[in-house]
Nanobody
Framework: QVQLVESGGGTVQPGGSLRLSCRGS????????MAWFRQTLDNRRERVAVITTEGGSKYLDSVKGRFSISMDNAENTVHLQMNNLDPVDTAVYYC????????WGQGTQVTVSS
């Protein structure tokens, strides 16, 4: 099974930016769609952004216009560019297929705080 490793998290002030990366141990383009999820402090896991192999994307309403998902097939990597971050974006971020069919990685912590 493809293994996933997330990176790029950190602590930023409100309004700041981060770029998350998720590298697969094998090609991610074999899956119809990849997604970024986040697990909040109250243990809710929500799907934040989705990208299909055709390049289409969808976003959680609360991140539209601020987050952008992209895929680098040559590097087996999915990125999440996060701009204008807000404290409500604080969470552990994970990637997986749209239907979360792979084992979860360790995630990457994003903290937005002044």
């Amino acid at each position: 099974q493809v293994q996933l490793v997330e990176s790029g998290g950190g602590t930023v002030q409100p309004g700041g930016s981060l770029r998350l990366s998720c590298r697969g141990s094998d090609s991610l383009s074999q899956f119809a769609a990849m997604a970024w999820f986040r697990q909040t402090l109250d243990n809710r896991r929500e799907r934040v952004a989705v990208i299909t192999t055709e390049g289409g994307s969808k976003y959680l309403d609360s991140v539209k216009g601020r987050f952008s998902i992209s895929m680098d097939n040559a590097e087996n990597t999915v990125h999440l560019q996060m701009n204008n971050l807000d404290p409500v974006d604080t969470a552990v971020y994970y990637c997986n297929t749209y239907s979360s069919q792979l084992n979860w990685g360790q995630g990457t912590q994003v903290t937005v705080s002044s």
